[in-house]
């Protein structure tokens, strides 16, 4: 068993639009995802399942081709190898959770999400 506090843990800022906060466990992983007003989150897709929850602000997602506004309170679930993207609406605190663990974001190979500058 291990306890975690959100604020105690550290902040990747990714770009100036995006930051955020991972924990990860063997089979799964959770993390706060910061994003700005304006922040996208280029096309990509990964072997993952994911689950997003959006805890304040607003995110349109584009999946599949099919585009979704998703706001506080509400949830959508990505299936694995779908192509999708993100744009921040508003000031956007979502938690995403991954299984397996999202290894490029271990390992920071996650370039689509790193400012290019």
Do not use: C, K
Not at 35 to 61: M, S
Not at 92 to 112: A, I, K, Q
């Amino acid at each position: 068993m291990t306890h975690y506090r959100w604020e105690d843990l550290p902040r990747e800022e990714l770009s100036p639009l995006i930051g955020r906060r991972l924990i990860t466990g063997n089979q799964m992983m959770i993390a706060h995802v910061y994003l700005a007003q304006g922040a996208i989150v280029p096309e990509h897709a990964h072997h993952n399942e994911q689950i997003t929850y959006i805890v304040e602000g607003r995110l349109r997602f584009t999946v599949g081709g099919e585009t979704i506004d998703v706001a506080a309170g509400e949830v959508l679930t990505i299936p694995p190898h779908v192509p999708h993207r993100a744009q921040a609406l508003e000031d956007t605190l979502d938690v995403d959770v991954f299984t397996p663990p999202r290894e490029d974001w271990l390992d920071g190979s996650d370039t689509y999400l790193r400012d290019p500058a």
